[in-house]
């Protein structure tokens, strides 16, 4: 079992940067991948960047590559998400999400946080 916890969103305009942080629960966090997911008002939620157990294979979604980078840290059971250059459509909730595989965490992930909400105005 996993528990996640997102913190770090906000408002803020476009151009601006946010952190998010997810800190999870047990022993055995450097076990899993972990993902961020975003769901904006009236759209479903959808893959925004994974990273593997390690910390290597960063994947993202097209629409933040070169914005946004996720990274880890196993000794605090923590996982980031750093949002540079933010755009009014990046306005959404966001989701922390673990599983034990890379693969499934970028599409059906075993673990959810509550989300976090991040509003990014023109």
């Known amino acids: 079992q996993v528990q996640l916890v997102e913190s770090g969103g906000g408002l803020v305009q476009a151009g601006e940067s946010l952190r998010l942080s997810c800190a999870a629960s047990g022993r055995t966090f450097s076990r899993y991948a972990m993902g961020w997911f975003r769901q904006a008002p009236g759209k479903e939620r959808v893959f925004v960047a994974a990273i593997s157990w390690s910390g290597g294979n960063p994947y993202y979604a097209d629409s933040v590559k070169g914005r946004f980078t996720i990274s880890r840290d196993n000794a605090k059971n923590t996982v980031y998400l750093q949002m540079n250059s933010l755009k009014p459509e990046d306005t959404a909730v966001y989701y922390c999400?673990?599983?034990?595989?890379?693969?499934?965490?970028?599409?059906?992930?075993?673990?959810w946080g509550q989300g976090t909400q991040v509003t990014v105005s023109s």
């Open positions: 999400a673990a599983d034990t595989s890379l693969t499934q965490v970028m599409e059906v992930p075993d673990y």
